[in-house]
T-cell receptor, first 114, second 113 residues
């Protein structure tokens, strides 16, 4: 049973399209994140939700809209995709109740925009 | 925002040798963590060292933290080919807006059999 699962694993699409990536966790964690990893493997935080409430929103184009329908799910919808959106998107989770902010990552969703 | 820097960017060694990776950061932290990423996979947490600790061990891993120099090192002893991966340091600087981990740029380690 995968702790943090993302779908799809691979996504190839044309510029201008709208696409979604989904994340589900079965760890009972209360905080979920989206990170973007570029071609140089640099990881940058995008969003964070705690108990379905948005708590971190980095300088991300408003074409990116996260949505957390419940504590176990965090989805990322991207409108009007651009070439620069090509990257690997990682979902990660943690529990704020723990003193240490240790993240559990999903396997990633590789988005390629043509 | 704070960003860690790691060196070297790439490291190639022979099996059995030790590998040392360094990380520097800019602001005050609660803890520093090291993660590993195999090719095509997500990151996996390896070890955490708190700001009031100077050294920590876990199996073949040894982490040091020098808060006065704002730097940390990860030592992998007796390396194996299976240790080939990217290694990232991440700093936890708790803020009122919520905890966040800020990752370094990573070190690509290649262990040759």
């Amino acid at each position: 049973d995968t702790a943090v699962s993302q779908t799809p694993k691979y996504l190839v699409t044309q510029m201008g399209n709208d696409k979604s990536i989904k994340c589900e966790q079965n760890l009972g964690h209360d905080t979920m994140y989206w990170y973007k990893q570029d071609s140089k493997k640099f990881l940058k935080i995008m969003f964070s939700y705690n108990n379905k409430e948005l708590i971190i929103n980095e300088t991300v184009p408003n074409r990116f809209s996260p949505k957390s329908p419940d504590k176990a799910h965090l989805n990322l919808h991207i409108n009007s995709l651009e070439l620069g959106d090509s990257a690997v998107y990682f979902c990660a989770t943690t529990s704020r109740q723990s003193r240490a902010n240790v993240l559990t990552f999903g396997a990633g969703s590789r988005l390629t925009v043509l | 925002s704070q960003q860690g820097e790691e060196d070297p960017q790439a490291l190639s060694i022979q099996e059995g040798e030790n590998a040392t990776m360094n990380c520097s950061y800019k602001t005050s932290i609660n803890n520093l963590q090291w993660y590993r990423q195999n090719s095509g996979r997500g990151l996996v947490h390896l070890i955490l060292i708190r700001s009031n600790e100077r050294e920590k061990h876990s199996g073949r891993l040894r982490v040091t933290l020098d808060t006065s120099k704002k730097s940390s090192s990860l030592l992998i002893t007796a390396s194996r080919a299976a240790d080939t991966a990217s290694y990232f340091c991440a700093t936890d600087a708790r803020e009122t807006s919520g905890s966040r981990l800020t990752f370094g740029e990573g070190t690509q380690l290649t262990v040759n059999p």
